[in-house]
């Protein structure tokens, strides 16, 4: 078992950013894959961003410039940096983590509303 806590969501402008935390219980240096996904109103879950057996981060077009996934290993956390958000960006973000090819595990989400 894995528990992903999510952090960071709010309230933010048009052009504003933000930085989401992902805390897990177990190492993340070992995990499979992790990314962040995200569910707006009335639409699909979709991935924004996830690294998969050790490669490049692949993101989603509609994030591609703005948004950076990074993470810290010695405190088993995973970040996604939005910068310029766009109301479109409006959704609930998920950490996901599969610590190996099969496992899925998910955070309970944290809110970013963009809007003036």
């Known amino acids: 078992q894995v528990q992903l806590v999510e952090s960071g969501g709010g309230l933010v402008q048009p052009g504003g950013s933000l930085r989401l935390s992902c805390a897990a219980s177990?190492?993340?240096?070992?995990?499979?894959?992790m990314g962040w996904y995200r569910q707006a109103p009335g639409k699909q879950r979709e991935l924004v961003a996830n690294i998969i057996n050790g490669g490049s981060t692949n993101y989603a077009d509609s994030v591609k410039g703005r948004f950076t996934m990074s993470k810290d290993n010695a405190k088993n956390t995973l970040y996604l940096q939005m910068n310029n958000l766009k109301p479109e960006d409006t959704a609930v973000y998920y950490c996901n983590a599969r610590p190996l090819p099969g496992t899925n595990f998910w955070g309970k989400g944290t809110l970013v509303t963009v809007s003036s």
């Open positions: 177990g190492r993340i240096d070992i995990m499979y894959a």
